[in-house]
């Protein structure tokens, strides 16, 4: 980050640095945690991850509202515009993937307490463990400016959607295998969901990030996996 000839301005900067990092951490701790609990129907480790949600919220009103002041106050150009607004548009996305770990969470307490474990909670795991290295790696990309390690991110948003496929027919012939299974199901395809639009969050800021170092706009159309009858089921996040 370029030096300032007004002090202030560098510690706007590094203010907005600061508050980006820590929900860059809260919100990875959200979901990893999130998919513990619901792999091991944990409510407690749950409860503590939608816990974490009104710090992540506040985080990131600090973030815009700094940001805001900064370009208001500074009418920054170029390159620091691109640092303020690639600020504002990466807590938006960080403030939805806790969202969505804490719709995963509040599910897990809906079901912690039934004892069917489809075989399905497996690919599930591997599902979220794929984005929440999709979200490590473009955090990473943004911290060090790696413009190659966010396309790559960009890249592979097709093995998340890949996996929802997956995931989405082992619950439908879990279901269709047994009518008791439904309910718990119909909150996993939820889950589903919300790790899909994580990974779609990630490769936002991988498209922020690219912009960020070179200026250019990644394409508009992403790479994607095949789509199945998950793609009508909402999210569902409160």
């Known amino acids: 980050m370029t030096d300032h000839t007004v002090k202030a301005y560098d510690e706007e900067l590094q203010f907005i640095g600061g508050r980006l990092s820590e929900m860059g951490g809260i919100a990875e701790k959200m979901l990893v945690d999130a998919i513990e609990a619901l792999s091991r129907l944990d409510a407690d480790l749950a409860r503590r991850t939608m816990d974490r949600d009104p710090k992540l919220d506040l985080l990131q009103r600090e973030i815009e509202e700094m940001a805001v002041l900064t370009i208001a106050r500074r009418q920054p150009m170029a390159n620091d515009l691109r640092e303020l607004v690639a600020a504002i548009h990466i807590a938006s996305d960080l403030e939805r993937v ?33 984005a929440a290295l999709q979200l490590k790696n473009v955090l990473d990309a943004y911290a060090h400016r790696n413009v190659a390690q966010a396309d790559d991110v960009w890249r592979r948003d097709a093995d998340v959607d890949a996996m929802e496929d997956s995931v989405f027919r082992d619950l439908l012939t879990f279901m269709m295998e047994d009518p008791r299974n439904i309910s718990f199901c119909t909150h996993l395809l939820f889950c589903s969901k ?34 199945s009858g998950a793609e009508s089921a909402s999210a569902g996040v409160e």
Do not use: C, F, Q
């Open 98 to 130: 806790g969202d969505l770990a804490k719709n995963i969470a509040k599910r897990t307490t809906k079901i912690s307490g039934d004892i069917r474990v489809p075989r399905t909670l497996i690919g599930l795991k591997h599902m979220a463990d794929i």
């Open 194 to 227: 919300n790790i899909e639009r994580i990974g779609d969050h990630a490769t936002n800021i991988a498209e922020t990030v690219h912009y960020l170092v070179t200026g250019d706009p990644l394409p508009v159309d992403r790479p994607k996996g095949g789509s």
